[in-house]
């Protein structure tokens, strides 16, 4: 059974960091591409970052230079580092298995990430 738990969210002000966590199990996690995404209130999910198993990354341009995407293979777990945080990047922050045929246990539940001016 697939499972995707993201963690590290939380209340922080405009300027700091957060370090979000999602830990998978139920797959072979070091072949699979991972991806956060989040969606604002009131807004459609949009894409954050993607990280494939050979560890090549790519993130939105509203995020280069603030945000880094990273993985622990042995820990079956991706990273999302968020520096610089702005009260746009408010929003709940999911992880998610980059597959096709996508399923909804590829997606985990979000972390809510709010940032405070």
């Known amino acids: 059974q697939v499972q995707v738990v993201e963690s590290g969210g939380g209340l922080v002000q405009s300027g700091g960091s957060l370090k979000l966590s999602c830990v998978v199990s139920?797959?072979?996690?070091?072949?699979?591409?991972m991806a956060w995404h989040r969606q604002a209130p009131g807004k459609q999910r949009e894409f954050v970052a993607r990280?494939?198993?050979?560890?090549?990354?790519n993130l939105t341009d509203s995020v280069k230079g603030r945000f880094t995407i990273s993985r622990d293979n042995a820990k079956n777990t991706v990273y999302l580092q968020m520096n610089r945080l702005k009260p746009e990047d408010t929003a709940v922050y999911y992880c998610?298995?980059?597959?096709?045929?996508?399923?909804?246990?590829?997606w985990g539940q979000g972390t809510q990430v709010t940032v405070a001016s």
């Open positions: 139920g797959i072979s996690f070091s072949f699979a591409a």
């Open positions: 998610n298995i980059v597959r096709w045929p996508s399923d909804k246990d590829d």
């Open positions: 990280i494939t198993p050979g560890g090549n990354t």
